[in-house]
């Protein structure tokens, strides 16, 4: 069995610079709704942090796959997932 690849916090910095600015537009959504802002401004906000989610999923996501066969043509890629489990994962971002 083989264990996963870990994140690499160094070259993972853009994936936490699109979390922490989802995490924000996040902040102001619950902001508004608390503050009985008109529907249609929060719904507007709310896709923002979708939108900024689902970018930071994608790039997590690619960013392991491109980690995963430079690894593997070294030969160190412990995290081999198959084209179903890749599927899967980007799919689940939709």
Not at 6 to 23: G, I, M, W, Y
Request: some cysteine; proline content about 2%.
């Amino acid at each position: 069995m083989t264990t996963p690849t870990p994140f690499d916090v160094n070259s993972d910095t853009e994936v936490l610079h699109r979390l922490r600015r989802a995490q924000g537009q996040l902040a102001a959504v619950i902001s508004m709704v608390e503050s009985g802002r008109e529907c249609r401004e929060v719904v507007t906000q709310l896709s923002a942090v979708t939108h900024a989610l689902h970018r930071a999923g994608f790039k997590l996501v690619s960013h392991q796959l491109r980690r995963c066969i430079l690894d593997e043509q070294d030969g160190t890629c412990a995290d081999r997932l198959t084209e179903d489990q890749l599927e899967k994962l980007f799919l689940s971002l939709a």
